[in-house]
Each structure stands twice: as structure tokens, then as C-alpha cells.
């Protein structure tokens, strides 16, 4: 059995050893601009972006890689590596699942109002209910395009 002298002097041993056991200088963790990086370029290789440098110039190519340090695109048929010190954002531009999306608002906007025209006065003229249907089609038209046709923009600056 161990005395309590033995058992202290064991705890201060080990407690000792064990920061310079777990002691890692050398490792840095990302910074939350350098993991956005990286997952922007996972989650968007192969689509076309547009990168804004810290000096206010703007490049658009087609993403192709994209590290904690640096971001790859293609453009004009040559690679261009910019490193993250000097990106400001990444836009990439609305497409066409947006474009369906909005198209999907605007058909759901002329089945209301031809669907609203029809139910209000049963015995209603067609061209009033498809004037209805066009001018919910146009509202909602405009409206789903004002939500849904916007440009997805990663913020790389840190702050």
C-alpha cells in the first residue's frame, strides 16, 4: 500500500509530464474565413463564381479547388490560385433552379387569381378570370423573382 508521501509525489510527477505531453504549438486552428473557403469549395466545385479582391477588382471563373490557404479557379484556360488574404467575397450567381423556382411562383400566382376570379362570381366571364390568372402571374412573377433570383454571397474578409 502506498503511503500519502508516495501518492502526492506520483500526482505531482504525472502533472508534470502531461502539459508537456499534450502541448502542441506548432498546430493552428483555421480561422472561420478558411473553413468557409474550404467548404465553399467542396459544396460549388465546377460552378462558375465570382471572386471580389480587397482592392475592389472582381474575377469570375469556374471554381476548381479551394484550400484553408487558397482558392483555385479557371479562367480564360489557365489556373489562377488567390490566396485568402486578399479575397473579399465569393458570388456565386443565381442559375437555374432559381429560375425554376421563380417560374413555379409565377405559374402558382395565375392558378390563384384565375382560381380566386372563378370562385368569386361562378358565372364570370374567361377573359376576366385569365386577366386575373395574368395579373397573379405577374405579381407573384415579380415577387418570387425579387426572393428567389439573388446571388449567393460567401463573406471571406475577417473582421
Known amino acids: 500500500m502506498l503511503t500519502k508521501q508516495a501518492l502526492i509525489l506520483l500526482l505531482v510527477l504525472v502533472s508534470w ?6 502541448g502542441q504549438d506548432e498546430f493552428q486552428v483555421p480561422t472561420a474565413s478558411q473553413i468557409r ?25 469556374k471554381l476548381i479547388d479551394g484550400t484553408f490557404t487558397s ?30 423556382m421563380v417560374g413555379i411562383t409565377a405559374s402558382l ?14 358565372d364570370t366571364e374567361d377573359w376576366v378570370a385569365q386577366t386575373s390568372a395574368g395579373v397573379g402571374g405577374l405579381v407573384l412573377g415579380y415577387w418570387g423573382f425579387r426572393i428567389f433570383y439573388q446571388d449567393i454571397r460567401y463573406d471571406l474578409r475577417e473582421e
Open 17 to 22: 509530464h502531461i502539459p508537456q505531453a499534450m
Open 37 to 61: 473557403a474550404r467548404k465553399l469549395a467542396k459544396q460549388w466545385q465546377g460552378n462558375r463564381i465570382e471572386v471580389r479582391l480587397i482592392n475592389g477588382k472582381a474575377t469570375k471563373g
Open 109 to 122: 400566382g395565375g392558378a390563384l387569381g384565375y382560381g380566386m376570379a372563378s370562385l368569386a362570381h361562378p
Open 71 to 100: 482558392i483555385t479557379i479557371k479562367r480564360w484556360g489557365k489556373k489562377v490560385v488567390l490566396p485568402l488574404e486578399k479575397i473579399e467575397s465569393v458570388i456565386l450567381p443565381a442559375g437555374l433552379p432559381e429560375l425554376v
